[in-house]
């Protein structure tokens, strides 16, 4: 795959590009082994990472059908969230004001994606 | 009287927070600057 993907003008799905930072991916030791963040720590930093994405996004820019977060290691996947909206103007409205925002520190990467069912979404 | 309660929301932990050092420039000027090449892609933490 070029990971050159046409990205649409319209869709209900949004991509945030690398929004979720797994605490275990960054906290390495020099020699790559991880250090004592257990799994139950990891969850729970998950499960409050999701609410607040997932409360802020629905509150303000519209109903969501499904949310995804990437949690695998490749460069250009690595904490993607994708969230798909009922409606493609709240798409579209939640890309032009996101672009606008902060998240932990870093600025939102949003843009339209063009993935619209989760099962299907593999590049071949 | 009204007894009406204040909009009580839980403070948010990620959301609105800028890089430390960036307060006063907009997320847009931050992404332009790191397309420049004037601040770094990611900051380690």
């Known amino acids: ?124 | 009287s009204r007894h009406t309660k204040p909009p009580k929301k839980k403070p948010y932990k990620y959301w609105d927070i800028p890089p430390a050092g960036f307060e006063h420039i907009t997320p847009m000027q931050y992404k332009a600057m790191q397309c420049a090449g004037q601040i770094p892609q990611t900051i380690s933490v």
């Not at chain 1, 929004?19 to 790559?32: E, K, R, V």
């Not at chain 1, 969850?43 to 997932?54: G, I, L, P, R």
């Not at chain 1, 519209?62 to 994708?82: A, F, K, P, T």
């Open chain 1, 1 to 124: 795959c070029s990971r050159l993907h046409n990205k649409p003008t319209f869709s209900q799905t949004i991509l945030l590009v690398n929004l979720y930072h797994n605490p275990q991916n960054t906290a390495q030791t020099a020699d790559g082994s991880h250090t004592s963040i257990t799994d139950v720590e990891v969850q729970e930093h998950y499960d409050e990472f999701f609410n607040e994405v997932f409360t802020e996004v629905e509150d303000k820019y519209g109903e969501i059908e499904e949310m995804n977060v990437c949690d695998n290691l490749g460069d250009h996947l690595v904490g993607n969230v994708y969230v798909k909206f009922r409606r493609e103007e709240d798409a579209e409205k939640a890309v032009a004001d996101l672009n606008n925002r902060w998240f932990n520190g870093q600025p939102v990467r949003a843009e339209l994606s063009p993935v619209t069912d989760f099962r299907e979404a593999c590049c071949r």
